[in-house]
């Protein structure tokens, strides 16, 4: 069974930083495309950042410059660094992937990590 976990998060003043990661686990893995999404209290979920197989990335224009997606296939993982943190970050953060397991492919979401920006 295919699983997605985040970690990582935290309570970090403004202007710092956290290096978020999502481990996928499951028998013979293999990702496709890989993104981060947000959801602050009382809004909608947004997407943050995504990363395909082929390595092409693409930011949300308010992390951009700030925010880096990447992703270690060999160890099945993705990441989220995280630079000049704001109190507008402050969001639960979920790592979303399309994985293909055998002769399953499906999306798949992690449960989140809380990220927290405050002084």
């Known amino acids: 069974q295919v699983q997605l976990v985040e970690s990582g998060g935290g309570l970090v003043q403004p202007g710092g930083s956290l290096r978020l990661s999502c481990a996928a686990s499951?028998?013979?893995?293999?990702?496709?495309?890989m993104a981060w999404y947000r959801q602050a209290p009382g809004k909608q979920r947004e997407l943050v950042a995504t990363?395909?197989?082929?390595?092409?990335?693409n930011y949300a224009d308010p992390v951009k410059g700030r925010f880096t997606i990447s992703r270690d296939d060999a160890k099945n993982t993705g990441y989220l660094q995280m630079n000049s943190l704001k109190p507008e970050d402050t969001a639960v953060y979920y790592c979303?992937?399309?994985?293909?397991?055998?002769?399953?492919?499906?999306?798949?979401w992690g449960p989140g990590t809380q990220v927290t920006v405050s002084s």
């Open positions: 499951g028998s013979r893995l293999s990702i496709n495309h």
């Open positions: 979303n992937a399309y994985i293909i397991s055998g002769p399953r492919a499906a999306d798949y």
């Open positions: 990363i395909n197989n082929g390595g092409r990335t």
